[in-house]
């Protein structure tokens, strides 16, 4: 990128990789969709952009946007260690009692 954004630009850049219009990105900055025209208008110019995508594309590259994980990814992350920590748990129980399950459907493979 050949150019310093304004953080309003970034603002703006940020709306526009989130899908919003410029209505809504209007509405969440509190200024007019002209306004957020207008700042897209200079970031466009200011790295090379041809469109919107292209705009969300070029920063991304350049790192100025940062993917940030969703919600529901942290919250089956979450889940899944939830789900080992009982699975280990399970086999030590398994272990303990000398239960002739081991290695039954669900429990195989898991160390």
């Not at 970031?43 to 940062?66: C, E, M, P, Q, T």
């Not at 399970?90 to 081991?102: A, N, Y």
């Amino acid at each position: 990128m050949t150019a310093e954004l304004s953080n309003r630009e970034r603002d703006v850049l940020v709306g526009v990789s989130e899908g919003l219009t410029n209505v809504r990105i209007g509405r969440k900055l509190s200024i007019t969709p002209a306004t957020v025209s207008m700042h897209l208008t200079r970031l466009f110019r200011k790295i090379g952009a041809h469109d919107r995508a292209h705009a969300v594309a070029i920063s991304f590259r350049a790192g100025v946007l940062v993917a940030e994980p969703s919600v529901e990814l942290w919250r089956m992350e979450a889940r899944l260690e939830e789900f080992e920590r009982d699975n280990v748990r399970l086999r030590q129980v398994i272990e303990l009692c000398g239960c002739p399950h081991r290695g039954t459907r669900g429990l195989s493979g898991v160390a």
